[in-house]
């Protein structure tokens, strides 16, 4: 992986270190991918690349943005610790 720097909250970090963090609406996390592309767009279709027809993805995307489903670039060492931790609480509220 190149030795790419990218600032996350203010302080620049190398790529290797991070990870996208997929993220229910509740704030929650619910998976995690290597950081293969930095634009979170390129990374919402590789989040959804079993979805084979672009418009159909697009679709996808842009619904799960919009009921506040995220994908950001995050430490991954932070992401592995809530993944490994309890499971979302908030099923409830969905
Ligand atoms: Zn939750």
Known sequence: MPNILIEIEGVPRPVRELSW???????????????????????????????GRKRERSREIN???ATGYTLTLEVRKA????????PCPHKEDR
Not at 21 to 43: H, K, S, T
Not at 81 to 86: D, K, L, S
């Open 21 to 51: 963090a997929y993220r229910l609406p509740c704030g929650c996390i619910q998976g995690c991918m290597l950081p293969d592309v930095f634009e979170e767009e390129a990374a919402w279709h590789q989040w959804f690349e079993e979805i």
């Open 63 to 65: 619904k799960q943005r």
């Open 79 to 86: 992401i592995t610790a809530e993944i490994v931790g309890p």
